[in-house]
């Protein structure tokens, strides 16, 4: 398109005798964000249970065939804390000799938390974590069903749940 630049002194009146130099540089195109690209984009799997439920997610079935799968507590400001459950961090890299792909079980309080799942070669820290190679596809089932998307930019898929108070009798 066409375009028109305006430049005013200081007081707002026409500038007549000065001389300007514009640089211009090009922006490349930014493609909008997948779901599940980044933690702002998770793909919502819902109320996943109460304090008491235990919990069950898994990769089995994935096109990706060897996965990696951690679940983060978010706070308030969506700081990440990875999740312990019976003493030992909720992350999986193998679920048994006979896959690749990961499973988890654990029970949790009250929250909002994160299933961070990417392929092999994630790195899982208590408050982050650093994908691996970019663009599979991966299979996340849960008490919601079985959800698909793609391993984003930063190689990881993002999915969102909760887990709410256990009911009072």
């Known amino acids: 398109g066409q375009y028109f630049i305006s430049v005013e002194d200081f007081e707002g009146g026409p500038v007549t005798t000065a001389r300007y130099s514009l640089n211009l540089t090009e922006v490349g195109f930014v493609a909008p964000t997948e779901p599940g690209e980044t933690q702002a984009t998770a793909i919502s799997l819902g109320i996943l249970g109460d304090e008491a439920s235990v919990i069950t997610l898994d990769t089995f079935g994935s096109a990706t065939a060897d996965t990696e799968l951690a679940v983060y507590a978010v706070d308030g400001n969506g700081a990440l804390s990875i999740l312990q459950s019976d003493g030992a961090f909720v992350l999986n890299d193998d679920a048994n000799d006979a896959t690749l792909q990961s499973a988890v079980s654990f029970t949790a309080p009250e929250g909002n938390y994160v299933a961070v799942v990417g392929e092999w070669d994630t790195t899982h820290f208590t ?12 299979t996340l089932n849960s008490a919601a069903g079985a959800t698909t998307g793609t391993i984003g930019a930063d190689g990881l898929l993002w999915y969102s749940f909760a887990v709410v108070p256990e009911p009072s009798s």
Not at 132 to 138: A, K, M, W
Request: proline letters at 8%; hydrophobic letters at 35%; zero cysteines.
């Open 127 to 138: 408050d982050s974590v650093i994908g691996g190679p970019v663009g599979g596809e991966i």
